[in-house]
């Protein structure tokens, strides 16, 4: 079984411009998650999403959405980028998205100059 | 201003000993833990979980502790293997869809 993919691997954008990033969760896997991940925060939730809906969102600025579509693929998209945006983004896929261990893809690695 | 890092702390182990990592989580109410590894360039991968009505659980090598009368977590690693080098997360979540909450992680260096 496949695991969970994230594209692009890598990007470099500059201030102002904004960004989509891809996720494709594990075959079968109906919630999706997306972490931000610095150095100087650590791993900070962004949102969660199953079927289609956004259930649950943590504390970042309406610059970052996301959403997915029926066949669970989701996206996230950040507008008018900050350099304090560079950061690894992480995607993760799981069955119900209740109480369950996650599986990440190896994520986005996105700088901002 | 100048961002300060988070200062991640760093297990220094010898190859064939035994590792503990600690974890103080913050919420008295969260029912679900779960540590995580992660190796450079990667993403995290789930280790070995534990729920709230468990004081202990053991997995291939590893063994998970939960105190929650101090909010604390300890993932035991036996005979630690260079392998094992990686950063260690311990994660919490309160009852329900996951907004997970993440330590800020430990390092994990095996010397050979």
């Known amino acids: 079984k496949a695991g969970v993919t994230q594209t692009p691997r890598y990007l470099i954008k500059t201030r102002g411009q904004q960004v989509t990033l891809s996720c494709s969760p594990i075959?079968?896997?109906?919630?999706v998650s997306w972490y931000q991940q610095t150095p100087g925060q650590g791993l900070q939730f962004l949102f969660e999403y199953f079927s289609e809906t956004q259930r649950n969102k943590g504390n970042f600025p309406g610059r970052f959405s996301g959403r997915q579509f029926s066949n669970s693929r989701s996206e996230m998209n950040v507008s008018t980028l900050e350099l304090g945006d560079s950061a690894l983004y992480l995607c993760?896929?799981?069955?119900?998205?209740?109480?369950?261990?996650?599986?990440f893809g190896s994520g986005t690695q996105l700088s901002v100059l | 201003g100048e961002s300060v890092g988070l200062h991640l702390p760093t297990l220094s182990v010898q190859e064939g000993d035994n590792s503990i990592i600690n974890c103080a989580y913050s919420?008295?109410?969260?029912?679900?833990f779960i540590w995580y590894k992660q190796e450079s360039g990667k993403g995290p991968q789930f280790i070995i979980d534990?729920?709230?009505?468990?004081d202990k659980r053991q997995g291939q090598r590893v063994t998970v502790l939960l105190n929650k009368t101090v909010k604390h977590l300890s993932l035991q690693i036996a005979a630690t293997q260079p392998g094992d080098s990686a950063v260690y997360f311990c994660a919490e979540t309160l009852g329900g869809y996951q907004k997970v909450t993440f330590g800020i992680g430990t390092k994990l260096q095996v010397i050979p």
């Open positions: 993760a896929s799981s069955l119900s998205g209740t109480d369950e261990k996650l599986f």
């Open positions: 534990i729920r709230s009505n468990m």
């Open positions: 919420n008295s109410a969260s029912d679900y």
């Open positions: 075959s079968g896997h109906r919630s």
